[in-house]
């Protein structure tokens, strides 16, 4: 990667302006000179980084956007971004974001002719459409019976296969008895997975693996599916145990009875069923391969009269390279940002267009593939805690630079929150180069110039993604993180000495610029004698102290750690806010780091890592003991879904307590030893923070 990340720019200049001249020529016929719009204005029913996404968008093509927002939005990058915006409601979606009356009410206000659903929240409710139709609004979508009729998992397998597309063998049927389902279960064979019929981002799913465990699985599936999308009804499949491939293919059509395929994804690499990684085009399919699902998704577009964006998703048997049809997500994708890198096509201009009545501008061999792209998820939350969906303040950021080759899609910015109303994801980072190893190493290097503090993230975790062997030699399937558990989790390696050294001398020459005592500015200053300054920083989540001492012989510095040699460097220091910039020549190389200063802790950005040290308190001025997380404390902020225990009950380590619901994913609290419960300090529907007390026992 270091070798690519050197000498990749200067291949890029070509590469990437045949890239967009050739597909802009090719494209040309979607320039916007000889146009007339027939929409002058769009509300767009969503929120975050995708409504302004189409915010983009619109205002190329000079139409007006209107933004809506709750409560915990009313200062969001979208509602800044919009020409107007309107105020629908508190912070939960179900009163907001989700609740039709009120857009409704709105586009009568604003006059908006049409709306963009962006993904989620009211994208793929055919209700919805069909009450903007009754109203002589556009939706920017597919029509109501084709979102309706995929978005139904047993009605769109019947629809598949009629239309001659490949489905995985299972009960797509309506007899939602719990002993029917079982006997279908049985005779189609285990391992098998429960899908919701309305279901999305792997909620309400359930993996069974043992006959015995499928009851248990079934009502947990039914009750996370009725709490996310109304609707209890599941559909049955085979699960493959041959380590297959998610590939997914982007179509577009119009109402002209025309559909295209814009290339295809892989989207292999999830957890909790749910994407973290995507890549485009797929890799390791033969030519051939790719007409085949393209052609197949197309075919299952028209079965349904399909208009608008969409995404057809198949599982790969990579042993008989069979695809087989898994459903189709009637709207633009989270990850379409990476087909439009490799097919130089705007695809919200193309919705947009195809909305108004136009026919598709391209043909099918207009679409033409260059380079790879792939596209990281950065989310709030801690990977090595399960992937724990996080949330609170951002209180630094700052990103690699846009280019052609890089795209940031966000509307996070520093000071922001991510809030426990939605999902956590922070921005998502997409590059685009020449091929796909180069690909992978520009998408690592920006990585490791993605620095935010104020809570977890999966950023170290995409970094170790990009770098494992497998990963990088394209040997991907769903069970790729299961599989390649411990080898995706490393420790981060310490602080080198030469590093701490930096880092110390940084911090310590940072207060003489920031400080107004006049002694700061004598730091190392005293009457014939040679001063050693002296420092303690712990490191990480160790016990013990680092003990640093700093002597100054202008201009160098020799830093001895823990009683090791000196380090001997010279270093130039800049400070801005809470923001400390040092740089240093060494014995050995040259260094740099960053220090973001965040209460007590100090967050070293250094050569691509990040680490956070703790700043020496004394003992006399540490608080007390505090109650540690197994003793009945949330880890996470969320909304107490449900009790299952009550005060005087006895209860044995283990035993669930209550739930808590974290960005719709339901998590059980259970109890940490055994005891009589002598308080539940929450009720059902109440929001908990992080580190507050859920729950008392008494022995």
């Given amino acids: 990667f270091q070798d690519l990340s050197s000498g990749i720019n200067a291949e890029y200049g070509y590469f990437q302006h045949y890239y967009i001249t050739n597909n802009l020529r090719k494209a040309g016929r979607m320039s916007h000179g000889n146009r007339i719009n027939k929409l002058s204005k769009i509300l767009i029913a969503n929120r975050g980084e995708i409504a302004c996404r189409v915010m983009k968008t619109a205002r190329k093509m000079n139409i007006k956007t209107v933004a809506v927002f709750s409560d915990a939005d009313r200062h969001s990058l979208h509602v800044k971004m919009a020409d107007e915006a309107h105020y629908i409601g508190p912070s939960p979606a179900s009163e907001s974001y989700l ?27 055919a209700p919805f459409a069909e009450a903007l139709a009754a109203n002589g609004v556009e939706f920017i979508g597919p029509p109501a019976s084709a979102i309706a009729d995929m978005g139904s998992k047993s009605a769109s397998k019947r629809i598949m296969i009629d239309a001659g597309v490949s489905c995985i063998p299972g009960y797509h049927g309506d007899n939602q008895d719990e002993a029917y389902l079982k006997e279908q279960a049985d005779e189609i064979g285990y391992p098998i997975i429960i899908k919701a019929v309305s279901g999305g981002g792997g909620k309400g799913m359930r993996m069974v693996f043992d006959e015995k465990d499928f009851m248990a699985a079934l009502r947990s599936a039914k009750e996370e599916s009725i709490k996310a999308f109304n609707d209890d009804r599941v559909i049955l ?6 380590q297959p491939r998610h590939v997914e293919v982007q179509v577009m059509a119009d109402s002209h009875g025309n559909a295209l395929y814009f290339s295809n994804r892989d989207c292999s690499v999830q957890r909790r069923h749910q994407k973290i990684i995507e890549e485009a085009p797929a890799p390791g399919l033969t030519e051939a391969e790719h007409r085949e699902i393209g052609e197949m998704a197309v075919r299952a577009a028209k079965a349904v009269g399909y208009k608008s964006a969409g995404t057809v998703e198949f599982i790969m048997d990579t042993v008989e390279r069979k695809f087989y049809f898994m459903e189709m997500n009637t709207r633009l994708q989270v990850e379409h940002p990476i087909t439009e890198l490799v097919t130089g096509v705007d695809l919200v201009e193309l919705q947009l267009r195809v909305s108004q009545g136009e026919k598709l501008p391209l043909t099918q061999e207009d679409i033409n593939v260059h380079g790879h792209a792939f596209e990281a998820r950065v989310y709030a939350e801690d990977p090595a805690n399960n992937f724990m969906p996080g949330s609170g303040d951002v209180r630094y950021l700052s990103t690699p630079p846009e280019t052609d080759l890089v795209r940031i899609d966000t509307s996070i910015r520093q000071g922001d929150a991510v809030s426990v109303f939605y999902d956590p994801m922070i921005a998502k980072l997409v590059v685009w180069a020449p091929d796909r190893l180069s690909s992978l190493a520009l998408l690592h290097s920006k990585l490791q110039e993605y620095h935010v503090v104020g809570l977890s993230t999966n950023i170290k975790f995409l970094k170790d993604l990009a770098t494992h062997p497998k990963f990088q030699s ?6 790729f993180i299961p599989e390649h558990g411990e080898s995706l989790f490393p420790p981060t390696p310490p602080l080198s000495d030469e590093d701490m050294a930096l880092t110390a001398v940084s911090y310590l020459l940072s207060n003489t610029k920031t400080s107004s005592s006049p002694w700061s500015k004598a730091l190392f200053s005293r009457l014939n004698i040679s001063h050693v300054e002296e420092m303690k920083l712990k490191s990480g989540d160790t016990d013990r102290d680092l003990d640093i001492k700093i002597r100054c012989n202008d201009p160098t510095y ?15 220091v800049s400070c801005e806010g809470n923001v400390i910039m040092g740089s240093a020549n060494s014995a050995s190389r040259k260094l740099e780091c960053k220090i973001v200063m965040d209460g007590d802790s100090l967050h070293v950005f250094s050569d691509g890592s990040e680490t956070v040290l703790t700043r020496h308190v004394p003992k006399y001025l540490q608080a007390d003991e505090e109650v540690g997380l197994d003793d009945g404390v949330a880890s996470v902020e969320g909304l107490v879904q449900k ?12 035993d669930i307590i209550l739930q808590v619901n974290v960005m719709k994913m339901l998590f059980d609290i259970p109890a940490h030893k055994d005891g009589v419960i002598s308080s539940i300090c929450f009720n059902e529907g109440d929001r908990v923070s992080k580190g507050q007390l859920l729950y008392e026992l008494e022995e």
């Fill in 99 to 125: 609740r039709q009356d009120k857009i409704l009410d709105v586009i009568k206000k604003t006059g908006a002719q049409a709306v963009h659903p962006g993904y989620g929240f009211l994208s793929e409710q």
């Fill in 237 to 242: 499949e085979r699960f493959f145990d041959f």
């Fill in 474 to 479: 394209a040997d991907v399937h769903i069970d």
């Fill in 558 to 572: 020799f830093v001895s750690i823990d009683g090791r040699p000196e380090v001997e460097l010279t270093a130039e």
């Fill in 643 to 654: 009790i299952f225990a009550g005060v005087g009950d006895a209860v044995k380590r283990g």
